[in-house]
């Protein structure tokens, strides 16, 4: 009776197991149907594990050139973010600011054949974990951002970070002016 006991006290007081791996791929990050012109929702739903959502995304010009693209939980707030990706053209950082903000999130440099950027991830306000890359142009005047907030249960938030900025970066980075 006590050995009972005993063990059911230990099995209320342990934690819940993790979740399986969720190893579905996004596929691709671009295909239909799209969110602000571009993400593809499957992808979207698979790397915030959002399935009610909200995207709002934002033109810079009228040639229609993509901006960015935030996706939050329906019905929540600034803290209920799943996805950010962004591009700045002029980049608001210079190569010191990116350098200092690799070293200070203890990023990793993106693979060659990637192009120059590193991922990371760090902590928001509300102590969440966003796993984030950024990549730039050689000469530092554009900047690609994708931000994820880690909450999709099993997923690789960092992995695919890094995969919707390898297929996005020739679409927005690389593209001619």
Known sequence: MVLILVVLVLAACSSPPDPPPDTRPLGNVTATPRECDLISANAIKIATGLNDYRAYGTKMDMGRKFASCSVREKGGSDSSLGLMIEVFDPSPNDAEDLENTKLSTHGKDLLDELGLGFAARRKNAK???????????????????????????????????????????????????
């Open 127 to 177: 102590d969440k974990t966003i796993a984030f890359v950024y990549g730039w142009t050689p000469d530092y005047k554009r900047l690609l951002t994708v931000n994820i907030i880690e909450h999709a249960p099993g997923r690789d938030s960092l992995a695919d970070a890094t995969e919707f900025f390898r297929q996005l970066k020739p679409l927005l980075l690389d593209k001619p002016k």
